[in-house]
């Protein structure tokens, strides 16, 4: 499942996904993806990646791709934040792994470390 965060500070985006996310939620969540996304200004991200998230499920790695892929070629300066928040472990090795690839600056924290993510996006 994907959800668009609501308690965000002024201009960062949240986005929570938990269970198992298929490519059916990634095109359902394609529409509020494009509408944060808009073009005009920077892009500062708060992913909160649940303990209960068990990866894609059928098509999700492809949508993820697409979507992703799509925003980060059409927006790749206005990138200036993402702030990955997991206590899984793997994921942490991967951000760490792939981040250098993300334009802007990514930093990596634990889901008890939520509010500093959110002000470190922010700043």
């Known amino acids: ?3 668009v965060l609501s ?5 960062v ?5 938990s269970g198992k996310v298929s490519g ?4 359902a969540f394609k529409p509020a993806m494009d509408d944060l996304m808009k073009p005009g200004g920077d ?28 925003t980060l070629f059409s927006r790749h300066s206005a ?10 472990e793997w994921v942490v090795h991967t951000i760490h792994l792939v981040g250098w ?5 990514v930093q990596v924290f634990g889901l008890d ?3 500093q993510a959110k002000q470190w996006a922010a700043g």
Do not use: H, N, Q
């Not at 308690?7 to 201009?11: N, Q, R, T, W």
């Not at 690839?101 to 600056?105: K, N, S």
């Open 24 to 27: 059916d939620d990634l095109k």
């Open 79 to 88: 990138f200036k934040r993402v702030a990955v928040v997991s206590d899984k």
């Open 43 to 70: 892009i500062r991200i708060v992913e909160v990646i649940d303990s209960d998230y068990e990866g894609f499920g059928r098509g999700g790695l492809v949508e993820d791709l697409k979507l992703g892929l799509g």
């Open 113 to 115: 470390e939520l509010d």
């Open 7 to 11: 308690d965000m500070p002024e201009g």
């Open 1 to 3: 499942m994907i959800e």
């Open 13 to 17: 985006t949240g986005i929570r996904v």
């Open 101 to 105: 690839l993300m334009p802007g600056e």
